[in-house]
């Protein structure tokens, strides 16, 4: 079984910084590309950021330049992180990772962690 843990994010004012971790752990054979999201009520969840396996990077327009994602592969641990926040970043932050485990390495498999709170004051 697989399990990714978030942690981090709260409440800052904006023009601060926050980060967000994402420990993916159980039998996992190997890891591709892992993302964070957010959603606000009443809304889809959004694509913030992307990172490949081989650590290439995506962000959407309105994070690119202040968020940062990158990732340890040797422990299997996501981050973002947050500066210069701005009170539209406030969500629920979630992280996905595509997985494959050792149960079936011919399939993967996409898991999200519990989402953490970001809430940016003006």
């Known amino acids: 079984q697989v399990q990714l843990v978030q942690s981090g994010g709260g409440l800052v004012q904006a023009g601060g910084s926050l980060r967000l971790s994402c420990a993916a752990s159980?039998?996992?054979?190997?890891?591709?590309?892992m993302g964070w999201y957010r959603q606000t009520p009443g809304k889809q969840r959004e694509l913030v950021a992307t990172?490949?396996?081989?650590?290439?990077?995506t962000y959407t327009d309105s994070v690119a330049g202040r968020f940062t994602i990158s990732k340890t592969n040797a422990k299997n641990t996501m981050y973002l992180q947050m500066n210069s926040l701005k009170p539209e970043d406030t969500a629920v932050y979630y992280c996905?990772?595509?997985?494959?485990?050792?149960?079936?390495?011919?399939?993967?498999?996409?898991?999200w962690g519990q989402g953490t709170q970001v809430t940016v004051s003006s």
């Open positions: 996905n990772s595509d997985i494959t485990t050792f149960q079936d390495i011919r399939l993967v498999r996409t898991y």
């Open positions: 159980g039998s996992i054979f190997s890891i591709n590309t």
């Open positions: 990172i490949t396996n081989g650590g290439s990077t």
